[in-house]
């Protein structure tokens, strides 16, 4: 059974920065892809970024793209999202979540962290 723990959200004002961390537990992750959704009030599900375990490779959503960085440890099997340069528009819960690659990417992960809230005061 995978788990997902994630860890890092808050309150920060514009500008600043924060660091998620999400640890994945349960099996060996070779050919999954693990990263970050995020929802905000009234809005749609949205990946934010993602990276393949095996290969390393990085996707990210234009909206963030230059201020964020995915990076992930694979000895603590645990992955960052580092987000700098943050705007009001970036608050949102945040769910870190995997799966193999081709699920991972069809939007449907099927596993999925508790949700940590992001928010960006103006």
């Known amino acids: 059974q995978v788990q997902l723990v994630e860890s890092g959200g808050g309150l920060v004002q514009a500008g600043g920065s924060l660091r998620l961390s999400c640890a994945a537990s349960?099996?060996?992750?070779?050919?999954?892809?693990m990263g970050w959704f995020r929802q905000a009030p009234g809005k749609e599900r949205e990946l934010v970024a993602a990276?393949?375990?095996?290969?390393?490779?990085?996707v990210y959503a234009d909206s963030v793209k230059g201020r964020f960085t995915i990076s992930r440890d694979n000895a603590k099997n645990t992955v960052y999202l580092q987000m700098n340069s943050l705007k009001p528009e970036d608050t949102a819960i945040y769910y870190c979540?995997?799966?193999?690659?081709?699920?991972?990417?069809?939007?449907?992960?099927?596993?999925w962290g508790q949700g940590t809230q992001v928010t960006v005061s103006s």
């Open positions: 979540a995997a799966d193999l690659v081709s699920r991972y990417y069809s939007g449907s992960p099927r596993y």
């Open positions: 990276s393949n375990w095996s290969s390393g490779s990085t």
């Open positions: 349960g099996r060996t992750f070779s050919g999954y892809a």
